[in-house]
């Protein structure tokens, strides 16, 4: 009798325990915190959304921040004086000597970041059952977007790794030499600009053009000395269906101010925001409602205290604009619009506003003990970035859009392919054009082609100062030298080698099929 | 659990060694006799025996514990040999209430004494008139009983590698947590302090098989829970230690990394026994750095400038010229603050139920201001019996409150940084053209005076965190003895953890160039649930000399973790009162978080124990696991193990005097490891992170696109183990030895793949492809002389823990085809196949350069100049491959950070009334990367070690390099500065006396007066003497990152603190 309980007792505990074990239901749970990759690419607002991710990759500390140390300060108009001995070495006077640095790695790992956005959005988006029209739309976005990415990576290193798939782990890509880098962002140009929309209504503009693939692929072909495939390009901006979308503002310094971003003179802009919660810039984790959608740049080049100014302006770069007066015997008025300095108002320091602060009080004309002493009294801040005329500081998230490509570019770019090309005379209208905005008379007729050369870097200076294409234009002409150290003297520690950036050795590391550039 | 032990142990006495070397009577005896007087005694015995007195007499006596309370309920046992020798239970009684008895007995009787929970006590009755009794509770070597997952077994019948930690030395540490109190004690269990108040200590066993996590499971009292800073270390019982894979397997998928096994106090029958523990001590940092005071500071800084041609900043040169400021840094962060710890306790009952009741309050400010930690935590644990039903319940309820500076600044580097001649806070400082955002005036740098060192002070002043975490932890159970042989048990366990953190930030900055963020506050919320449910039998069977003992059962663990978080910028600020609630601030409201992380999993588990003669011992071990955190296809595994011993002592052919007990073991197994893992990462996700801006009104637009790459097929990390040990004891029990050696291989490790970043992933998806084997002897021996009035024991152990990296997975290969062997956390370490896990690897150092014609015939063999930028006073680097200049390339592996050799010594001693307890541990062989020296002997913009000794033309006989200012005109100056070099590594042998307390106890019959069983005062003082070359403030360093284990940055310090104590029972 007491045996069969036990029997019974253990026979039911049995029946419990198996019981228990056999729901493997149980371990089905579902994911409650993020739609799984099989849930998405299925809809026009995915495909949407996937654009979307692309455009917010020129938030992220890369493009926001860092790659101006590198197109700016890097240059002659630029050089630092940074207290962090790193900026300087790196960015001023070519010593680099840790190839992971993270201000540069960061611009590297951000641009594939944005081609691997758009790789997705060309691998998923043509399976989705949407408005064909705007799908084609979608698709030319993204590759502009990702021609976009891989011109920065030609530019700046030249011989890098190209991918067009979604990543998977196991991609270990050889490096592919510059001029096929170039040729890739020619063909994304290309498509980009055969199916992409003049201009979009009001919800929509910023987003990439026709004019702007148009640009950015004539822009290729001036890196790679195409002149004539260059000009074909301009010329659908500046003589073809083009010229009607475009002109320069009046007001110069329009172009670099909050209130009229977007205009008829912008063809492709960093489309910046302010969160005022913002506290980081990694916009694929972190919280979305503390994302900064600006640009941190400001207090990177605003004059001390306001801003660090781990990088200002070469006083030479002045001197350029003083080289000529407008035709009503006024100083360019440009220059106010480029720099900050003792004399951004004609009357001097006493005059000169620095955020709400006139140049003298702010006791910069004192020198004495400075640490960066030589530079003080000399100073000039890069200002096209900063929000001085709007407010008495700078915080790390301006909506101030970066107007990367205006037409006043695309013009002297144009003219300068078809100077290259042997056609200096019909040149001549679109720096006129240019020159006459800044009320400046029109240039001599009859310079040969050297010479109208050497005027049109003079123009592009005054131009384009501080804007981040004067390493590009450098590498163009071939001008990168220790010469330079005349007007820069981080220049004097030159050589070959720095016109390209060295390969990260993180990536070398882990892909040893990669190539260290030549001389690294 | 406790009758099943009970058996075990009954049966164990028939095994016992002839009483004459059994040391039970002889120590417990009241008023312990001399050894001369012993020999007498046995003599008497001798004679006794010979004379056989043959007429019954009736003796009374007590039966106290060893605090000299009665026990109620102790068995009494008469028995008496016949004329074959063989042993019949002639009578039995029971104590009463006073632990008084009478019993009727022959001279020459065996009577044996005994109660759950105590040791049995057996002696031969030689004609005493009153037996006085004391019971020794179970306790320590052999005898003890030993919890390994869901049974007990008595330690001498273990098979597998399983540490047991000596509480009585674990007890006299200042420990915030179990695993603090027992570094040093247990041989092959690494653990490394963290000093600050409310911080958990690292804890690894037989090294690191894993690059993600390290940390063992740990087990309360049967419940699967952490035993992190909010368990109160006082409320514990024993610590056990399963090391190897047949000890571990019976928690398969989660022993990966060993077991530490924690049983509470329980109460025992009798009186309640009110026991107060207070401790109150102060503590500082044993050492701080050694830095310039102002005018030392002033001038070498006139020197560096002056060196460099560049003009001094302004605030440098006032100083120089009239020097107002000298501010010690140090001395302004760091402090000698409280440390308390007491606990009042009750415990008792009745046969048929006992209890144990704590309270208790630890608090913890810490060597640093701005910090405080706190614990308060109650504990009940109950169990009643009623017939074949047990019914018991193990709760604590904790509440803990930890408060510390926010803003990241970690204020080891930084007060060490900070210039002197900056003050702590002055209206000077409020100057907003030199100082903007600085409204407290706080001291920082500046323009005139730079440094980017922060002020730590004004961090803890303007970004304060607290943090509360409510836990509530406990399990209860029903166990129904089944038959004799067979106990059902279900087991219900229950984690819920409260957690609520606050962010505080106030206006201002606390460094230069700063940029202030608005105020805010922010708060998240989060909660923990830990469910499990077990069903298990135990089985406990013998036949002749056939012993079969096991468990099965059936586990299911659910653990979920929810957060919420919000913050809102603009605090309100009136009249100096700010108002730190979201409701009260004014700016935008922002979510900062809302996930919730949910896992589950199932396990099948079993035990067979199978004992012949008490002389060949098998254990079988398994257990199948499912866990929800993996994809369909890798859901189940299994892990299985075996172990044997056979204890050659109990062979026929065994004769020796001196080994009381031998036995040689061996085990070999497969243990997983799931718990690095959060939900989901099998699978894909999008990512809703990113947002566009376009359009006239630049409003933000929701992007997603998935930012991770995913891996679909993680599953377990595995260890195979393989052990081979020996248990000896020697010398009349006097002497245990344990040795151990092992052999643990990980593989399936799960590595983040370090992803080239042209993948574009935010991230990188785990993969299951490293191996690491850990290979190690553990030694560890305890002797004890308790026969002359200085009683004394005395223990050692060693391990040493060779660790090896088999493989890292596929990382591609290099251009001539060789396969990529090595992660790399930063550019200084690697983990590379064939080498210890995060080694050094750098560039080496070769001396200073003398003179220009040094740097200039430093060439290459092509004649290249290897330094060209190098000035007399440089750093000379090794060109290591010889391609003429100093890059990435010339890096070589520079040592481990991991010791060759660690040990433990302990040691007791008690003389009368005073005690002594001394314990020491060792740490020798590892390299520690001193990131906290490298900003200092950098010279960039900080205060100076007071005793460099730059290179000058006149003083050249030295290793620091010429003070320079690296302003980019004078390259070789960021050269000598790289972190790539073999210059800040420093040997991190240490050897440490970790605890030394001397007690009184006060004598009985002083405090029973005030019927105060026992009452034991102290002081101690902890972290006394560290003797290492190590120069950093504590060489017991161990980074978060354990693929950067053994980089010092700013790791916070052991305290050392002198505390009095006092424990009274009544």
């Given at each position: 009798?007491?045996k069969?309980k036990?029997?019974?007792?253990?026979?039911?505990?049995?029946a419990?325990?198996?019981?228990l074990?056999?729901c493997?239901?149980?371990?089905?749970?579902e994911?409650?915190?993020?739609?799984?990759?099989t849930?998405?690419?299925?809809?026009?607002?995915?495909?949407?959304?996937?654009?979307?991710?692309?455009?917010?990759t020129y938030?992220?500390v890369g493009l926001?921040?860092n790659?101006?140390?590198l197109?700016?300060i890097?240059?002659?108009e630029?050089?630092s004086?940074?207290p962090n001995?790193v900026?300087?070495n790196n960015f001023?006077?070519?010593n680099?000597?840790?190839?992971n640095?993270w201000e540069t790695t960061?611009?590297?790992?951000?641009l594939?970041?944005?081609i691997?956005r758009a790789?997705?959005?060309?691998d998923n988006?043509?399976?989705i059952?949407m408005?064909?029209?705007?799908k084609?739309?979608?698709?030319?976005?993204a590759?502009?977007m990702r021609?976009?990415f891989?011109?920065?990576?030609?530019?700046l290193?030249?011989?890098?790794?190209?991918l067009?798939?979604?990543?998977?782990?196991?991609?270990?890509?050889?490096?592919t030499?510059?001029?096929?880098?170039?040729?890739q962002?020619?063909?994304?140009f290309s498509?980009a600009?055969s199916v992409?929309?003049i201009s979009y209504?009001a919800?929509?503009?910023?987003r990439a053009?026709?004019g702007a693939?148009y640009?950015?692929?004539?822009k290729?072909?001036?890196?790679?000395h195409?002149y004539?495939?260059?000009a074909?390009?301009f010329n659908?901006?500046?003589?073809?269906?083009g010229?009607?979308?475009?002109?320069l503002?009046?007001?110069y310094?329009?172009?670099?101010l909050e209130?009229?971003?977007?205009?008829?003179?912008?063809v492709?802009?960093f489309q910046?925001a302010?969160?005022?919660?913002?506290?980081?810039?990694d916009?694929?984790?972190?919280?979305p409602d503390?994302?900064?959608y600006?640009?941190?740049i400001?207090?990177?080049?605003a004059?001390?205290?306001i801003g660090?100014?781990d990088g200002?302006?070469?006083?030479?770069?002045?001197w350029?604009?003083?080289k000529?007066?407008?035709?009503?015997?006024?100083?360019?008025?440009?220059?106010?619009a480029?720099?900050l300095?003792d004399?951004?108002?004609?009357r001097?320091?006493?005059?000169?506003?620095i955020?709400?602060q006139?140049?003298?009080?702010?006791?910069y004309a004192?020198?004495?003990?400075?640490?960066?002493?030589?530079?003080?009294?000399?100073?000039?801040?890069?200002r096209?970035f900063l929000?001085d005329a709007?407010?008495?500081?700078?915080?790390f998230?301006s909506?101030?859009?970066y107007r990367y490509l205006?037409?006043?570019d695309?013009?002297l770019?144009y003219?300068?392919?078809?100077n290259?090309m042997g056609e200096?005379?019909?040149?001549?209208p679109?720096?006129?054009?240019v020159r006459?905005?800044?009320?400046?008379?029109?240039?001599?007729?009859g310079l040969?082609?050297v010479?109208f050369?050497a005027?049109?870097?003079?123009e592009?200076?005054t131009?384009?100062?501080?804007?981040?294409h004067r390493?590009?234009?450098l590498v163009r002409w071939?001008d990168?030298s220790?010469?330079l150290?005349?007007r820069?003297?981080g220049?004097?520690?030159?050589?070959?080698k720095y016109?390209?950036l060295?390969?990260p050795?993180?990536?070398r590391?882990v892909?040893?099929?990669?190539?260290q550039n030549?001389?690294? | 659990?406790?009758?099943?032990?009970?058996?075990?142990y009954?049966?164990?006495e028939q095994?016992?060694?002839?009483?004459?070397?059994?040391r039970?009577p002889l120590?417990n005896?009241?008023?312990?006799?001399?050894?001369a007087?012993?020999?007498l005694f046995?003599?008497?015995?001798?004679?006794f025996?010979?004379t056989?007195?043959?007429?019954?007499?009736?003796v009374s006596?007590?039966?106290?514990d060893?605090?000299g309370?009665?026990?109620n309920?102790v068995?009494?046992?008469v028995k008496?040999?016949n004329?074959?020798?063989n042993?019949?239970?002639?009578?039995?009684?029971?104590?009463?209430?006073?632990?008084?008895f009478n019993?009727?007995?022959?001279?020459?009787d065996s009577v044996?004494?005994?109660?759950?929970g105590?040791?049995?006590y057996?002696?031969v009755?030689q004609?005493q008139?009153n037996?006085?009794?004391?019971?020794t509770?179970i306790?320590?070597?052999?005898?003890?009983?030993?919890?390994?997952?869901y049974?007990?077994?008595?330690k001498?019948?273990l098979?597998?590698?399983?540490?047991?930690v000596?509480?009585?030395?674990a007890t006299?540490?200042s420990?915030?947590?179990?695993?603090?109190?027992?570094q040093?004690l247990v041989?092959g269990v690494?653990v490394r302090n963290g000093g600050?108040?409310?911080?958990n200590s690292?804890?690894?066993?037989?090294g690191v098989g894993s690059?993600?996590?390290a940390s063992?499971?740990?087990?309360i009292?049967g419940?699967?829970?952490?035993?992190n800073v909010?368990?109160n270390p006082?409320?514990i019982?024993s610590?056990?230690?399963?090391k190897?894979?047949s000890?571990?397997?019976?928690?398969?998928?989660?022993a990966g990394?060993?077991v530490v096994i924690?049983t509470?106090k329980?109460?025992?029958a009798g009186?309640?026994?009110?026991?107060?523990?207070?401790?109150?001590?102060f503590?500082?940092l044993?050492?701080?750095w050694?830095?310039?005071?102002?005018?030392?500071f002033l001038?070498?800084?006139?020197?560096q400038y002056?060196?460099?041609?560049?003009?001094?900043?302004?605030?440098?040169?006032n100083?120089?010229q009239?020097n107002t400021i000298?501010?010690d840094w140090?001395?302004?962060?760091?402090?000698?603050?409280?440390y308390?710890?007491?606990?009042?306790g009750i415990s008792?009952?009745?046969?048929?139920?006992?209890?144990?009741?704590a309270?208790?309050?630890?608090g913890?400010?810490g060597t640093?201001v701005?910090?405080?930690?706190?614990r308060?935590?109650?504990?009940?644990n109950?169990?009643?019996h009623?017939?074949?039903?047990t019914?018991?319940?193990?709760?604590?309820?904790t509440d803990n409150n930890?408060d510390y500076?926010g803003?990241?600044?970690?204020?080891?580097?930084?007060?060490?940084?900070?210039?002197p001649?900056?003050?702590?806070?002055?209206d000077d400082y409020?100057d907003?053209?030199?100082y903007?955002s600085?409204?407290?005036g706080?001291?920082?740098?500046?323009?005139?005076?730079?440094?980017?060192?922060?002020n730590?002070?004004?961090a803890?002043?303007?970004?304060?965190v607290?943090?509360?975490?409510?836990k509530?932890?406990g399990?209860?159970?029903l166990?129904?003895k089944l038959?004799k042989?067979?106990?059902?048990?279900?087991n219900?366990?229950?984690?819920?953890?409260?957690?609520y953190?606050?962010?505080i930030?106030?206006?201002?900055i606390w460094?230069?160039?700063n940029?202030p963020p608005e105020t805010f506050?922010?708060?998240?919320r989060?909660?923990f649930?830990n469910?499990?449910?077990e069903n298990?039998?135990?089985?406990d069977?013998?036949?002749?000399?056939?012993?079969?003992?096991?468990?099965?059962g059936?586990?299911?663990?659910?653990q979920?973790?929810e957060?919420?978080?919000?913050a809102?910028?603009?605090?309100?600020?009136?009249n100096g009162?700010l108002y730190?609630?979201i409701?009260?601030?004014?700016?935008?409201?922002?979510?900062?978080g809302?996930i919730?992380?949910?896992?589950?999993?199932?396990?099948?588990?079993?035990?067979v124990?199978?004992?012949y003669?008490?002389?060949?011992?098998l254990?079988l071990?398994?257990r199948?696991?499912?866990d929800?955190r993996f994809?369909?296809?890798?859901?189940?595994g299994?892990?299985p193990s075996?172990?044997?011993?056979?204890r050659?002592s109990?062979?026929?052919?065994f004769?020796?005097?001196t080994?009381?007990?031998?036995?040689?073991?061996g085990s070999?197994?497969q243990?997983?490891?799931s718990?690095?893992?959060t939900?989901?990462?099998?699978?894909?996700f999008i990512n809703?992170?990113?947002?566009a801006?376009?359009?006239t009104?630049?409003?933000?637009?929701?992007?997603q696109y998935?930012?991770?790459i995913?891996n679909?097929d993680?599953?377990?990390?595995k260890?195979?183990?393989?052990?081979i040990?020996t248990?000896i004891?020697?010398l009349d029990?006097?002497?245990?030895l344990?040795v151990d050696?092992?052999n643990?291989?990980s593989?399936?490790v799960l590595?983040i793949?370090?992803?080239p970043?042209?993948?574009?992933?935010?991230g990188?998806?785990?993969?299951?492809?490293?191996?690491?084997?850990n290979?190690g002897?553990e030694?560890?021996a305890?002797y004890?002389n308790?026969?002359?009035?200085?009683?004394?024991d005395?223990?050692?152990n060693f391990?040493t823990?060779?660790n090896?990296?088999?493989?890292?997975g596929?990382?591609g290969?290099?251009?001539?085809?060789?396969k990529?062997?090595?992660?790399?956390?930063?550019?200084?370490?690697?983990?590379q196949?064939?080498h210890?896990m995060?080694?050094?690897?750098?560039?080496?150092?070769?001396?200073i350069?003398q003179?220009?014609?040094?740097?200039?015939n430093y060439?290459?063999k092509?004649?290249?100049?290897?330094?060209?930028?190098?000035?007399?006073?440089d750093i000379?680097?090794?060109?290591?491959n010889?391609?003429?200049?100093?890059?990435d390339?010339?890096r070589?592996?520079?040592?481990?950070?991991?010791?060759?050799?660690?040990?433990?010594l302990?040691?007791n001693?008690s003389?009368?009334?005073?005690?002594i307890n001394?314990?020491?541990?060792g740490v020798f062989g590892?390299?520690?990367?001193d990131?906290?020296?490298?900003?200092?002997?950098?010279?960039?913009?900080?205060n100076?070690?007071?005793?460099?000794?730059?290179?000058t033309p006149?003083?050249?006989?030295t290793n620091?390099?010429r003070?320079?200012?690296?302003n980019?005109n004078d390259?070789?100056?960021s050269a000598?500065?790289?972190?790539?070099t073999?210059?800040?590594l420093?040997n991190?042998?240490y050897?440490r006396?970790?605890?030394l307390?001397?007690g009184?106890?006060f004598?009985t019959?002083?405090?029973?007066?005030m019927?105060?069983?026992?009452?034991r005062?102290?002081v101690?003082g902890?972290?006394?003497l560290?003797?290492?070359k190590?120069?950093?403030?504590d060489?017991d360093v161990a980074?978060?990152?354990l693929?950067m284990?053994g980089?010092d940055?700013?790791f916070w310090?052991s305290?050392r603190?002198?505390s009095?104590?006092i424990h009274m029972?009544?």
């Open positions: 009798m007491k069969l036990n029997i019974i007792l253990l026979t039911l505990s049995a419990f325990l198996a019981g074990g056999s493997s239901k149980d371990l089905e749970i994911n409650p915190n993020s739609p799984t990759i849930n998405f690419w299925k809809t026009a607002q995915d495909a949407q959304n996937g654009i979307n991710a692309i455009y917010s938030h992220r926001a921040r790659e101006f140390f197109t700016i890097r240059s002659d630029g050089f004086t940074s001995p900026l300087v001023d006077v070519f680099v000597t840790d190839y640095l960061t611009v590297w790992q951000d594939y970041i944005g691997a790789n997705q959005v060309l988006v043509p399976q059952y408005d064909e029209t705007i084609n739309q979608l698709l030319g976005e590759k502009f021609g976009f891989y011109y920065y990576l030609a530019t290193w030249g011989n890098v790794p190209v067009l798939k979604t990543s998977v782990p196991s991609d270990y890509p050889p490096t030499k510059q001029a096929d880098v170039y040729a962002c020619e063909k994304d498509e600009a992409l929309p209504d919800a929509n503009v910023g053009t026709k693939a640009g950015m692929l004539g290729c072909y001036m890196q790679m195409q004539s495939k260059a074909d390009a659908w901006l500046t003589e073809g269906a010229k009607d979308v475009y002109d503002v009046t007001n310094r329009d172009n670099f209130s009229t971003e977007n205009n008829k003179e912008s492709f802009e910046n302010v969160n005022p919660t913002d506290n980081h810039d916009d694929a984790s972190g919280n503390n994302l900064n600006g640009t941190s400001p207090p990177f080049f004059p001390r205290p660090f100014t200002q302006a070469r006083r030479w770069c002045v350029e604009f003083l000529e007066k407008t035709t009503d015997g006024k100083r360019d008025p440009r220059l106010a480029s720099f300095y004399s951004t108002d004609e001097g320091p006493d005059y000169s506003m955020y709400g006139t140049f003298s009080s702010r006791g004192d020198v004495s003990g400075d640490p960066i002493a030589v530079a003080t009294t000399h100073t000039v801040y890069f096209k929000n709007t407010s008495n500081g700078e915080v998230h909506g101030n859009n205006r037409y006043s695309v013009l770019l003219a300068e392919a078809l290259a200096t005379t019909k040149a001549y679109f720096v006129n054009r006459a905005r800044a009320g400046l008379a029109p240039l001599p007729a040969n082609q010479a050369l005027q049109l870097k003079h592009r200076i131009e384009l100062c501080g804007e981040g390493w590009e234009d071939g990168l220790t010469k150290s005349a820069d003297q220049f004097s520690h030159y050589t070959d016109a390209l060295p390969i050795q993180y990536e590391d892909n040893p099929n990669l190539v030549k001389d690294w | 659990m406790n009758n099943h032990f009970y058996q075990n009954g049966r164990c095994y016992r060694p002839h009483l004459f070397k059994w039970g120590t005896v009241k008023n312990s006799l001399p050894f007087r012993i020999l046995i003599v008497a015995i001798l004679i025996n010979l056989k007195a043959q007429s019954p007499v009736e006596g007590k039966v106290k060893s605090y309370l009665p026990l309920g068995s009494v046992q008496r040999s004329n074959q020798g042993q019949t239970k002639v009578l039995g009684t029971l104590t009463d209430e006073n632990g008084a019993i009727s007995v022959h001279a020459g044996v004494f005994s109660f759950v105590f040791k049995n057996r002696l009755y004609g008139q037996l006085e009794i004391t019971l509770p306790g320590s070597l052999q005898d003890s009983v030993v919890v390994i997952g049974q007990t077994v008595l001498k019948d098979t597998g590698a399983t540490g047991v000596n509480m009585e030395n006299k540490i420990a915030g947590t179990v695993a603090e109190g027992i040093g041989p690494t600050a108040p409310g911080q690292v804890i690894e066993i037989r690059f993600q996590n063992p499971l740990y087990v009292d419940m699967l829970s952490d035993a909010t368990i006082d409320d019982a610590v056990q230690i399963l190897d894979a000890a571990a397997a019976i928690y398969g998928s989660r990394n060993g924690i509470t329980k109460g025992h009186e309640p026994l009110v026991s107060l523990s207070g401790k109150y001590g503590q500082q044993p050492k701080t050694e830095v310039m005071n102002a005018a030392s001038k070498t800084a006139q020197q002056a060196n460099s041609g560049v003009a001094m900043p302004k605030d440098i040169a100083q120089l009239n000298n501010t140090q001395k302004a962060v760091y402090r000698t603050s409280a308390q710890d007491y606990t009042l008792g009952g009745s046969p048929s139920a006992t209890y144990y009741v309270g208790s309050y630890y913890n400010q640093v701005g910090n405080n930690f706190t308060a935590s109650l504990r009940i109950t169990e009643v009623k017939g074949r039903v019914f018991g319940e193990n709760l604590m309820l930890n500076p803003g990241g600044v970690n204020v080891f580097y930084n007060s060490s940084q900070m210039l001649i900056i003050q702590v806070k002055s409020k907003p053209i030199q903007p600085n409204p407290g706080w001291g920082i740098g500046s323009s005139n005076n730079p440094t980017y060192a922060n730590y002070l004004a803890a002043a303007l970004d304060k607290s943090n509360e975490y409510g509530l932890v399990n209860a159970y166990q129904i038959a042989w067979l106990t059902y048990k279900f219900a366990g229950l984690e819920v953890s409260y957690d953190s606050q962010e930030r106030d206006t201002g460094r230069y160039t940029q506050v922010s708060e998240e989060s909660r649930t469910l499990l449910l298990t039998f135990n089985f069977h013998h036949f002749g000399k056939h012993y079969i003992n096991g468990v099965v059936f586990s299911r663990t659910q979920e973790r957060y919420t978080g919000a809102r910028n603009l605090l309100q600020d009136l009162t730190t609630t409701g009260s601030a004014i700016g935008s409201p922002s979510a900062t809302g919730n992380n949910k896992w589950r999993s199932h396990g099948w588990l079993g035990r124990n199978y004992n003669a008490d002389r060949y011992l254990t071990t398994g199948i696991d499912q929800s994809g369909p296809e890798y859901r189940t299994y892990f075996a172990a044997a011993a056979w050659i109990k062979e026929d052919f004769k020796s005097n080994v009381n007990d031998l036995k040689i073991r070999y197994g243990l997983g490891f718990d690095a893992l939900p989901w990462q099998y699978v894909g809703s992170s990113t947002r801006i376009y359009g009104d630049q409003k933000p637009q929701l992007g998935q930012s991770i995913t679909p993680l599953h377990w990390e260890r195979n183990q393989l052990d040990g248990d004891t020697l029990n006097r002497l245990n344990t050696w092992y643990s291989t593989k399936d590595l793949v370090p992803l970043q042209y993948l574009g992933s935010s990188s998806p785990f993969v299951n492809t490293g191996s690491i084997r290979t002897i030694f560890s305890a004890h308790h026969d002359r009035a200085f009683k004394w005395l223990a050692g391990t823990i060779k090896k990296v088999l493989s890292v596929n990382q290969a290099d251009a001539n085809g060789n990529v062997n090595y992660l790399q956390p930063a550019n200084f370490v690697r983990s196949v064939g210890p995060a080694s050094w690897y750098v560039i080496k150092t070769d001396g350069f003179s220009t014609d040094e740097v200039n060439k290459n092509d004649g290249k100049i290897i330094q060209p930028n190098a000035k007399p006073g000379r680097f090794v060109d290591l010889g391609d003429g200049q100093i890059n390339d010339d070589t592996f520079a040592g481990s950070p991991w010791p060759t050799l660690q040990a433990g302990q040691f001693g003389y009368h009334n005073f005690s001394m314990q020491w541990v590892n390299k520690i990367y990131d906290v020296r490298r900003p200092l002997d950098s010279y960039q913009l900080v100076f070690r007071s005793d460099i000794n730059p290179w006149e003083n050249t006989n620091d390099p003070l320079a200012i690296d980019g390259p070789s100056v000598n500065n790289m972190a790539q073999d210059r800040w420093e991190g042998s050897a006396l970790r605890n307390e001397i009184y106890n004598q019959d002083f405090l029973s007066k019927k105060i069983h026992n009452a005062l102290f101690s902890q972290n006394l560290t003797i290492t190590y120069k950093g403030l060489p980074n978060n990152n693929g284990r980089m940055s700013g310090p305290s603190i002198y009095v104590g029972e009544f």
